[in-house]
């Protein structure tokens, strides 16, 4: 690879504050009011999700790190040679990392994210780290249709999705996004996913409900970021982390609930709150393997394998019918 195709790809400028500005009044407009999880990820939200992460009541990123390191040769065994690994939303590397230590063969890593500024430092880092790689990343929110690098046309793909992230759509979303994904993929490609596990509710009550409340810190972080990008005035003391499990629908649910009766300007509108009414903030489905499977079937692709410690998995698909 030239030095050329090394440096990232401008496929969409980075969130605009005017998208942000609309999706927010928008989402406060709406009955009942939400905001999308997608705003949670500035530079205090992603350190606080970082921080959540590290939460002794927060499995699943420590489950998905042991399940890529135990099964890295397995998974690693279903990529094609000389293949392109396509990260969806790589806040990070360290879990795309396993996989290239396992898979000697990926000749290309694509960490596509929204983020620019941390994708181009991580990209210099795992270029120091594995010189014969060529790192290419692609600036652009990968929910919408994104061009991968031209040098990266004839290679085969492999994509990773991880985290769960999948997690924070509709079900209908989600199929959405697998199809789209295999659009971006193609025909005969591979994507290893990581999907949270359907599981005792007190487990996943206590993942989003922390001792030390982080989790809370990282919902109405959402708040503050909007005080502080769009000249609103939310009182932080004002509003409460709530979050349960939704058992009908297996979801996690976040909200954040107006302590009182209450006014918020923002960017000049008024929002009006009722006491105890709520945000919706974030919606984290969880699957069983067998739900799991049969979505990705539903968005064209066959399932390969899935890894599971009982609490979280990783399945690896693969692209049959190209829509
Ligand atoms: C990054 C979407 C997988 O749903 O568990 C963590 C985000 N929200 N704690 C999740 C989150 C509250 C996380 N995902």
Sequence with gaps: MTAAVQTALRAAPPVATEGFAADVLAGLAAKPKRLPPKYFYDAAGSTLFERITQLPEYYPTRCELELLRAHAPAIASLFPPNCALIEFGAGSSRKARILLGAAATVEAYVPVDISGDFLQQDAAALRRDLPRL????????????FALPLALATLPRVGFFPGSTIGNFEPHEAAKFLSHAGAILGRGAVLVI????????????????????????????????????????????????????????????????????????????IVSFRAGETIHTENSYKYTLAAFASLAQDSGWSPLAAWSDGQFSVHAIRMTDVR
Excluded: C, W
């Design 134 to 145: 060529s790192v290419q990343p692609v600036i652009a929110d990968f929910t919408h249709p």
């Design 194 to 269: 990581g999907v949270d596990l359907v599981k005792d509710p007190l487990i996943l009550h206590r993942a989003y409900n922390d001792a030390e409340g982080v989790t809370a810190k990282f919902n109405l972080n959402l708040l503050a970021r909007i005080n502080r990008e769009l000249n609103a005035d939310f009182d932080l003391a004002a509003f409460a982390h709530r979050a349960f499990y939704n058992r009908a629908q297996n979801r996690i649910e976040m909200h954040l609930a107006s302590v009182r009766r209450q006014r918020v300007r923002i960017n000049g509108t």
